[in-house]
């Protein structure tokens, strides 16, 4: 008997062992084929029925999944792109994180599993996507982009495109975008862009201020370096919530990093003009200067440094999550703790809770920045795609001003409806729509993918809306005066602003293997040293430390770096 | 007489045994004790699948790695991924935060699952047992992605647990403990300590149970109290064991697992906590480097064995030969 039961055990042990060793994974939509690069798909569905009038498509869509999106499947969008494209859309689910979702690419890659025809929205960097391109898992697209090897015959096929890329871009970001869509060496094309010029969503850092606390306490509007610290010292003194602690007010906070939460910089920016993105600021003589390494930016951190130290930088700006960040700003208690919080409005106070009535957009003075309009280089045709000119015009599809407007608001007549003409949007651009419901980019939404997760577009229209007054909450038309005044605030300033970076430096493969470990370590060491100056670790008044910083620079190599920076930004301006 | 004959049929056997060489002794081994051979059947297949198999692998450390071009067809490159690491300006502060981080954790969390099995084992009270056994139990269960969640609500420097208390207490300052370059390893060591305490003191516990009550018995009688038993009979019995986990430790001390370290990570705290496997998941899988990734690994494992070898030889030298694994 004995020996019968342990026959049985192991019988199931081995079965499960080998269902283990199962290759097929339950999520994934479509069967893998036989090697990573071997095309299989978009195939046509395979209809039973003898009399199906008419065979449709499948396009596999990988796409980072939305927690606000409540089924892709059934989704009002995903409806919409199919009758608009004739397409079928399966959908090949990857992680919500960018991180994460890299590195399941990753991974999907080295185990020579099929890819879906398309990766949508998906933020691996140019790094990456070049290598992967250069493998041979994306597809070069420059043949659908240009007529001829020269680049200078724009093609009739992504004429959606190029019409879309010249009537809303200037000159200057037009050769922006499409030198960081061309690989300079050999002309490759691996990348479909997102682009777009709306202000809120492109703004470095957007600052707020409890308007409630500067009234009790009869001050007036930060406007220069020297009020804001007086203001900061006011909310971390006199109690400005009036519970009897004065303990527990944060006067300046946010998430350093992420979506318009980059603290330091709009600190950094009041003192010198600073793109953390680019790095390199270029001088009088035409010269470039890693700006980290200026007196002015000493200076900068020093001020940051004071404020750390005296407790009125937060120093939970460095590890504070999204939730616990509106926790602060909006808590349910309905007494705000937070003097200025700096980050994407949306993100950082809970939607719904009025507590967000005491804080009004701050202006600003310095430098006003923005990412560049040419926003997200982050989607792909891979070489599993059996259809590249079908996917190539499914994607084109999603360049038009209609598809943008959808993607972002919603269904027409249930969610917006077109503005009366000659009325104005709520940034003071003429008005192209007037939204009824939020819910469709703010909220859970079934009728969008959700901004973060939009359809590839030309964003001109993000901002050139009217909110339904009598079809809105007072939340939201309090977060839309909020963000008029901000935008109007940004805008002045932005004019006032004289851009000195360098822009986007594109290296070739030879220049990127030459200085890959010096601009590696020279980044992490700057990156690094910015915190540990603003929170004291290293003492930014101490004329040795920062000799050392300088020196310590130098000896990674950045003079090669600046050397070959200075030759391509010359290259560029050519 | 009976007694002499059972003897010289195992004197026998035993001359049988001596005489049958290679296949006919396993042969003979194996029908005797069939059923646990076959049940040796699946971990050894494991074994072989998932650690001897992709041994086979490591060559893409040498190699710049595309999977497009394949295991062999991609380019050799020798050492240059492990050059590319001794080439990172912070690669020592990666081998000293993981060594720091594991030392630690051997030196605190070592001994306190045996002080926690020798005090439950000498608990004569066995619902309080059973209870206490249970408790530091469950800890285990929670996965890494909660247990940091835990820690980061319970720090929290305005509305964690740790700042509620303080304010009840009156204290004014609130430290920002998870952006804290000095107490990063104490929370990741201890957190650790307490979620693995309980779980870690079965083989512990086992062994104490196997400890003969005569040997307690005798103690006794010559007047050695609890404490004196538990230092002269109980620590020596589960010696052996406690050896044996310790070489096993010393194994894996290079290897900090990735995923909590990784979680807990911050732009203040990265200074201590960017360890070995964190870059290696950032450069090697995130940034899909798997050369550099394999590179690094094998530097590790190179050094994993080395310590291995020179701690079992150190064991079995203080032991007289007693106390090593090999």
């Not at chain 1, 470095?204 to 007036?220: A, H, S």
Request: charged share 20%; hydrophobic share 40%; proline share 3%.
């Amino acid at each position: 008997m004995k020996k019968w039961l342990v026959m049985l055990l192991a019988a199931v042990l081995a079965a499960l062992l080998l269902a283990g060793c199962n290759g097929e994974q339950g999520t994934q939509p479509v069967e893998p084929g036989p090697s990573g690069n071997e095309s299989q798909a978009p195939t046509e569905t395979q209809d039973e029925t003898p009399d199906a009038p008419v065979e449709r498509k499948t396009i596999t869509i990988g796409i980072c999944q939305n927690t606000k999106v409540e089924d892709y499947d059934n989704n009002g969008f995903t409806k919409y792109l199919e009758e608009l494209t004739g397409y079928d859309i399966v959908f090949d689910y990857f992680a919500t994180r960018s991180d994460d979702a890299k590195t399941q690419l990753s991974t999907r890659i080295a185990g020579g599993e099929r890819l879906p025809d398309i990766l949508y929205r998906f933020n691996i960097g140019s790094n990456i996507y070049t290598e992967y391109g250069r493998e041979g898992y994306f597809e070069d697209l420059q043949e659908y982009f240009y007529d001829d090897e020269d680049h200078t015959i724009e093609s009739d096929k992504a004429e959606i495109f190029w019409t879309r890329l010249h009537e809303n871009f200037s000159e200057e970001d037009q050769a922006t975008a499409l030198r960081r869509m061309t690989d300079q060496e050999d002309g490759a094309m691996y990348v479909l862009p997102r682009l777009e010029t709306s202000p809120v969503d492109t703004m470095q850092f957007q600052p707020y201020i409890n308007q409630t606390w500067l009234d009790k306490l009869g001050l007036d509007m930060p406007h220069d370096v020297d009020s804001l610290y007086e203001v900061l010292k006011a909310f971390r003194e006199r109690d400005p919530n009036g519970n009897g602690d004065k303990t527990d007010e944060i006067p300046l906070i946010g998430i350093e990093g992420g979506l318009g939460g980059r603290v330091l910089e709009w600190l950094i920016n009041m003192f010198m003009y600073y793109d953390s993105n680019n790095g390199w600021n270029v001088g009088a003589d035409g010269q470039i200067v890693k700006a980290e390494t200026t007196d002015t930016y000493r200076k900068a951190l020093q001020f940051i440094n004071k404020l750390y130290k005296e407790d009125l930088l937060s120093s939970s700006t460095f590890n504070i999550g999204g939730a616990a960040m509106q926790g602060l700003t909006t808590p349910a208690s309905g007494i705000p703790v937070v003097g200025i919080f700096v980050g994407h409005l949306t993100l950082h106070v809970e939607i719904g809770n009025m507590t967000l009535k005491n804080y009004v957009a701050m202006p600003y003075w310095g430098n006003a920045i923005r990412t560049e309009n040419l926003y997200s280089m982050d989607s792909f045709i891979t070489s599993d795609c059996e259809d590249v000119d079908g996917a190539f015009e499914f994607m084109m599809k999603g360049y038009t001003k209609e598809v943008s407007i959808r993607s972002r608001y919603g269904e027409e007549g249930v969610d917006w409806v077109a503005a009366d003409p000659g009325t104005t949007s709520y940034v003071g651009t003429p008005a192209e729509i007037k939204v009824k419901n939020e819910g469709a980019f703010a909220g859970n939404t079934t009728t969008t993918w959700n901004t973060v997760a939009a359809t590839i577009l030309i964003d001109a229209e993000g901002e050139q809306v009217q909110f339904d007054e009598d079809a809105m909450d007072e939340w939201t038309l309090y977060k839309r005066d909020i963000f008029s005044q901000l935008v109007k605030n940004f805008k002045e300033q932005e004019a006032k602003t004289v851009k000195i970076s360098t822009g986007t430096l594109v290296y070739t493969e030879d220049e990127k293997t030459t200085t890959e470990q010096v601009r590696s370590n020279c980044s992490n060491y700057i990156s690094q040293h910015k915190t540990w100056f603003c929170n004291g670790t290293k003492d930014p008044y101490d004329d040795a430390t920062w000799a050392k910083y300088l020196a310590e620079l130098d000896g990674y190599g950045l003079q090669t770096w600046r050397t070959q920076a200075q030759l391509i930004y010359e290259r560029q301006q050519k | 007489m009976a007694k002499l004959e059972r003897k010289m049929q195992q004197y026998s056997l035993v001359l049988t045994s001596n005489r049958k060489k290679g296949w006919d002794l396993f042969w003979t081994r194996f029908k005797k004790n069939w059923q646990l051979h076959v049940m040796m059947i699946l971990p050894v297949v494991w074994i072989i699948m998932f650690h001897y198999i992709p041994i086979y692998g490591i060559q893409i450390a040498f190699r710049e790695y595309s999977n497009y071009y394949g295991m062999w067809g991609s380019e050799y490159v020798g050492f240059l991924k492990l050059a590319k690491f001794f080439g990172n300006y912070k690669w020592s502060s990666y081998v000293v935060n993981t060594l720091s981080i594991s030392l630690y954790s051997l030196v605190a969390g070592f001994p306190t699952p045996i002080i926690l099995a020798l005090i439950i084992h000498v608990n004569d009270r066995k619902i309080l047992k059973k209870i206490t056994q249970n408790v530091s139990y469950i800890p285990h269960f929670i996965s890494t992605v909660v247990m940091v969640g835990i820690l980061i609500r319970i720090f929290d420097q305005y509305t964690g647990l740790l700042a509620s208390f303080n304010r009840l207490l009156g204290i004014t300052d609130r430290p920002n403990l998870m952006a804290n370059v000095d107490a990063f390893r104490h929370i990741y060591v201890w957190s650790g300590i307490w979620q693995g305490m309980g779980w870690s003191t079965i083989l512990y516990i086992a062994s104490l149970s196997a400890v003969s009550e005569e040997l307690h018995e005798a103690a006794r009688i010559d007047g050695a109290n609890r404490l004196k038993r538990v230092w002269h009979v109980d620590i020596p019995a589960i010696l052996p064991v406690i050896s044996i986990q310790l070489i096993l430790r010393f194994g894996h001390i290079m290897s900090v697992g990735y995923e909590k370290v990784y979680l807990m990570q911050n732009s203040v705290n990265l200074p201590v906590s960017e360890i070995i496997s964190t870059h290696v998941y950032k450069r090697g899988i995130q940034d899909g480097d798997l050369s550099y990734g394999a590179a690094v690994g094998l530097m590790n494992t190179f050094i994993n064995t080395t310590l291995v070898v020179l701690v079992n030889w150190i064991t079995t030298k203080l032991t007289d030969g007693e106390g090593g694994l090999f």
